[in-house]
């Protein structure tokens, strides 16, 4: 079961950017279907983005608050799955997780069995 570590955390004004990073140890990261979550305070876990597929054309899927200004992407030479994050909100102020697993369900946060122990964005406005 692969393991999973986010980096790149922290405060940002309404309208900045930033990107986050999660590192993968101990598992077949390029069989991995990877997504960002969030969670707010007193909210539910909300899927933020997913990317299933190292080659080609990967399959990719984003949650309705975030297209247009978040984009995942990864780099199987370093196990990592970034997401960028531009055009932020007060609204995208959550802990954000990186989960992985082998499930097409990539909106859905049962489908992942891996989780990494989440980095905060905050963003003020």
């Known amino acids: 079961q692969v393991q999973l570590v986010e980096s790149g955390g922290g405060l940002v004004q309404a309208g900045g950017s930033l990107r986050l990073s999660c590192a993968a140890s101990g598992g077949m990261f390029t069989s991995y279907a990877l997504a960002w979550f969030r969670q707010a305070p007193g909210k539910e876990r909300e899927f933020v983005a997913a990317i299933r597929g190292s080659t080609g054309s990967p399959t990719i899927l984003y949650g309705d608050s975030v297209k247009g200004r978040f984009t995942i992407s990864r780099d199987n030479t370093k196990d990592t799955v970034y997401l960028q994050m531009n055009t932020m909100k007060p609204d995208d102020t959550a802990v954000y997780y990186c989960?992985?697993?082998?499930?097409?369900?990539?909106?859905?946060?049962?489908?992942?069995?891996?989780w990494g122990q989440g980095t905060q964005v905050t963003v003020s406005s």
């Open positions: 989960a992985g697993g082998m499930s097409w369900r990539l909106n859905r946060p049962d489908a992942y069995t891996s």
